[in-house]
């Protein structure tokens, strides 16, 4: 849970800066959002259901990152709007180093633990796939 707030709030911050200047948030930039978070989502609420958390403290939970993550996002906007450019790399920065953080940490181990034959393959797939959304653009 820790790692998906951390990573969550500086992408969502990342999301509200790209529609500073009325540009659009980018495909690949949701794609990518959305295929890191919802495995770790899953793995997540799987590890809090077997450890006897009931449901709706997770509901409640991942509620709570919700809304926490639409104020980083209302933040990015506003705050991040008038800031350097430096300041920007430095959140997308962090960003990435979040979500590499939980991959290394969290979601590849757990997934070659699954399905060894299978984990490398789904890893260059959301590459490929992510690769690809940002060629569209």
Do not use: H, Q
């Amino acid at each position: 849970v820790l790692g998906t707030v951390l990573d969550g709030i500086p992408e969502s911050a990342v999301l509200g800066m790209s529609l500073v200047g009325g540009a659009g948030v980018s495909v690949a930039l949701l794609a990518g959002i959305w295929v890191s978070n919802f495995p770790e989502s899953l793995g997540s609420t799987v590890g809090m259901r077997k450890s006897g958390t009931s449901k709706n403290k997770i509901r409640l939970m991942w509620w709570g990152i919700i809304a926490v993550s639409a104020v980083a996002a209302a933040l990015g906007f506003v705050i991040l709007d008038n800031s350097s450019t430096l300041t920007g790399a430095f959140v997308e920065s962090f960003a990435a180093g979040a979500l590499l953080t939980m991959i290394a940490d969290e979601m590849a181990p757990e997934a070659y633990d699954r399905s060894a034959v299978y984990a490398g393959l789904a890893t260059v797939a959301g590459f490929c796939l992510a690769v690809f959304l940002t060629s569209l653009e």
